[in-house]
């Protein structure tokens, strides 16, 4: 065990290293880095809501808050010729966020389910207001900037260069799963489980609900908070944006879209977070909607997350062997295909309604990789009625055989 345990992390170690060289430029490298900060940040989350069941609506409050402590200190170095290595700085912004978390958390760390939730959410907002009102703390709108190079250099490494401030932060990510990791099988996750499966007992078995909730909360917060560094050593800005409601919002989702257990949702979350914020959103301008249908089919069909249906694949894979898994999946043609022309339905009845309300100024005809559209006309319409009915009838037809053969 102990071995395929090390060979785990020399795998994960090695894949954070070869990156850059696999998918290259500059562009790259930052949405590399932008996913090892989401990664550390949506770790964070699922410790409050995976192990300790804690629902957070002001989770960015720890990360922002980090992420101003860590260019707090840059501007000191700059300014006043403090003396800090730049790989130290994340570091600034995870006692930033412990320091945020030991307060708040004696808060909202007394009661569990809704009531931490809405104190969270209260907490969280109200925060955001006085950032957009301190400007002197803050930075106002425009935010706060500092240059991230500082001395002394390590190993001749200037953090300067992308790659290098990318490799940093892989550091980090590495580091926050190792810490995550452990803390799932050490007492303190073994704990927080308990506390959120049955307090009455955990407490009849001598725990403190509320003690071991704000250990937990301590944790994340500290772990967000190291994410919010890295955030601002990256981008050398950070603006009360990195306190919003959206941000924090946007952790709750993509976490739970990716999986709470394991090490491999808060990972695929943090990931498919970047991509939605980066590459999505070029794409549409309706991508808010699509990532909502995403986390509401997440919640009503695989609780598990995208982490959660891969597993369930693999495991189907090596019962039943690969031959025999895809001869299953091809069995089901009739419900893929129902289900993929109810999406393309779906898809282009958004796109063509936002168009048709958002983009007014830009003319009734909408243009794509499908090519030209008229949205006043009845004809796109009827077509997209006709791909929902037809998806539909598969369903119905494929559901009634599935049932047969279970019968049968």
Request: proline content about 4%.
């Amino acid at each position: 065990m102990t071995g395929r345990y090390l060979a785990m992390w020399l795998l994960w170690a090695a894949l954070l290293a070869v990156l850059p060289w696999l998918w290259t430029g500059h562009t790259a490298l930052n949405v590399l880095s932008q996913m090892g900060i989401a990664v550390i940040a949506c770790l964070s989350y699922a410790v409050l809501l995976g192990q300790g069941g804690m629902l957070s609506f002001g989770h960015a409050v720890y990360s922002g808050l980090g992420a101003y402590a860590a260019m707090h200190w840059m501007l000191r170095v700059q300014d006043m010729g403090w003396t800090m290595p730049t790989p130290w700085l994340p570091l600034v912004g995870g006692l930033g966020g412990l320091v945020v978390a030991a307060v708040l958390g004696y808060l909202n760390s007394r009661r569990a389910g809704t009531a931490f939730a809405m104190i969270s959410l209260g907490l969280g907002e109200l925060l955001y207001a006085v950032a957009l009102r301190f400007a002197d703390v803050f930075g106002g709108v425009a935010g706060l900037s500092a240059n991230r190079v500082s001395p002394p250099n390590v190993w001749g490494w200037t953090w300067g260069p992308a790659i290098e401030v990318y490799y940093l932060i892989a550091a980090y990510t590495l580091l926050c799963m190792v810490v995550v990791d452990v803390l799932r099988r050490g007492p303190l996750g073994l704990a927080l489980r308990a506390v959120r499966d049955n307090p009455l007992r955990a407490s009849a078995l001598g725990y403190n609900p509320a003690q071991v909730r704000y250990a937990g909360l301590l944790l994340s917060g500290a772990m967000a908070g190291v994410a919010g560094g890295l955030w601002a050593v990256l981008f050398e800005f950070v603006t009360p944006e990195v306190l919003s409601p959206v941000r924090s919002g946007a952790y709750l989702v993509f976490t739970y879209v990716g999986g709470l257990a394991g090490l491999a949702g808060p990972v695929l979350g943090g990931v498919l977070m970047v991509l939605s914020f980066n590459w999505l959103s070029t794409l549409t301008g309706a991508w808010m909607l699509y990532v909502g249908l995403l986390f509401v089919w997440v919640v009503l069909y695989a609780p598990g997350g995208v982490a959660g249906v891969v597993a369930q694949g693999w495991r189907a894979v090596r019962e039943w062997g690969l031959v025999a898994a895809a001869v299953r999946v091809v069995a089901l043609w009739r419900l893929l295909l129902a289900a993929a022309f109810a999406a393309m339905a779906l898809v282009a009845a958004v796109e063509m309604a936002f168009h048709a309300q958002m983009n007014v100024a830009l003319g009734p005809v909408m243009h794509g990789w499908w090519g030209e559209v008229d949205v006043t006309h009845a004809a796109p319409w009827a077509a997209v009625l006709c791909l929902a009915a037809l998806g539909a009838a598969l369903w119905v037809w494929g559901s009634k055989r599935q049932a047969n053969k279970v019968v049968a």
